[in-house]
């Protein structure tokens, strides 16, 4: 009985498209980068690395080369997911409770925000910052307050979400890494209804390192594709989904 509830074409219909994409371009970069959040202009790069006294935030014109600026954490800051709005960087902390806000011009610290819970991921819709906190649910702030106004449940397909990691909005869409999964979800920001998958695991380098996984996705407005990369990856991907937003 539980058997044929589990296989009924109801659940079968539900499980989102496996997307197919095309790989575009690759770029070295340094293996020594505990990748949590990534974001592109089209020009410049801006990276977080995590960890306990080794969190940084830096700005790249070129990922493989030295970066043009880098700020330093406090020891008992560990660097989460960021993302550029407007003029300015947010990003996040894992147990701090606090989001850092930085001018993106010159990385020239602009204050703190404060939040209840943890901080893994984040991106933005252009009028909202989306974040994830390692549950199943994103929630919309205010880019000035950083007060929730709304949450989403991200749901579909038959599996219980959790672990959402770094986010990346493109297209109408939010992409996200899964925390020790090599799949990317892409999530219909209304709703929270996983609307396709991606899994990079044909990409992910054979590292031998448990928290080697996939996490950092970059939207490239230029392109029209998603640079993708992990912890410790040596190289960044620039992947073109197939029939998705
Ligand atoms: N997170 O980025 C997925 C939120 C956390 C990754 C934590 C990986 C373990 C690092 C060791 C932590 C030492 C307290
Ligand atoms: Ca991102």
């Given at each position: 009985?539980?058997?044929?509830?589990?296989?009924?074409?109801?659940?079968?219909?539900?499980?989102?498209?496996?997307?197919?994409?095309?790989?575009?371009?690759?770029?070295?970069?340094?293996?020594?980068?505990?990748?949590?959040?990534?974001?592109?202009?089209?020009?410049?790069?801006?990276?977080?690395?995590?960890?306990?006294?080794?969190?940084?935030?830096?700005e790249y014109?070129?990922?493989?080369?030295?970066?043009?600026?880098?700020?330093?954490?406090?020891?008992?800051?560990?660097?989460?997911?960021?993302?550029?709005?407007?003029?300015?960087?947010?990003?996040?902390?894992?147990?701090?409770?606090?989001?850092q806000?930085?001018r993106?011009?010159?990385?020239?610290?602009?204050?703190?925000?404060?939040?209840?819970?943890?901080?893994?991921?984040?991106?933005?819709?252009?009028?909202?910052?989306?974040?994830?906190?390692?549950s199943?649910?994103?929630?919309?702030?205010?880019?000035?307050?950083?007060?929730?106004?709304?949450?989403?449940?991200?749901?579909?397909?038959?599996?219980?979400?959790?672990?959402?990691?770094?986010?990346?909005?493109?297209?109408?869409?939010?992409?996200?890494?899964i925390?020790?999964?090599?799949?990317?979800?892409?999530?219909?920001?209304?709703?929270?209804?996983?609307?396709?998958?991606?899994?990079?695991?044909?990409?992910?380098?054979?590292?031998?390192?448990?928290?080697?996984?996939?996490?950092?996705?970059?939207?490239?407005?230029?392109?029209?594709g998603?640079?993708?990369?992990?912890?410790?990856?040596?190289?960044?991907?620039?992947?073109?989904?197939?029939?998705?937003?």
């Amino acid at each position: 009985m539980l058997f044929l509830l589990l296989l009924s074409p109801l659940t079968l219909a539900e499980t989102p498209p496996s997307v197919p994409f095309s790989v575009l371009e690759e770029r070295q970069r340094p293996a020594d980068h505990f990748t949590q959040g990534l974001y592109f202009d089209g020009q410049r790069w801006w990276e977080s690395s995590g960890l306990y006294g080794r969190s940084w935030l830096a700005e790249y014109s070129d990922p493989g080369a030295s970066p043009l600026r880098r700020k330093w954490l406090a020891e008992n800051r560990f660097a989460e997911g960021l993302t550029v709005f407007g003029d300015r960087l947010y990003l996040l902390t894992w147990k701090a409770g606090e989001v850092q806000i930085y001018r993106a011009a010159d990385l020239s610290p602009l204050g703190l925000r404060r939040y209840a819970g943890e901080g893994w991921g984040l991106t933005s819709d252009g009028e909202h910052l989306i974040m994830s906190n390692g549950s199943g649910k994103l929630t919309f702030r205010d880019p000035e307050t950083f007060a929730v106004l709304r949450s989403v449940e991200v749901h579909g397909g038959g599996e219980s979400w959790k672990w959402l990691n770094e986010l990346e909005y493109a297209n109408g869409l939010i992409w996200a890494n899964i925390w020790q999964d090599s799949r990317l979800i892409a999530i219909d920001p209304k709703s929270g209804e996983v609307r396709g998958l991606i899994d990079l695991k044909q990409l992910t380098p054979s590292l031998h390192h448990p928290d080697a996984v996939a996490n950092g996705i970059a939207w490239d407005r230029v392109r029209n594709g998603l640079w993708v990369t992990g912890k410790y990856w040596p190289k960044l991907y620039l992947i073109r989904p197939h029939g998705l937003g």
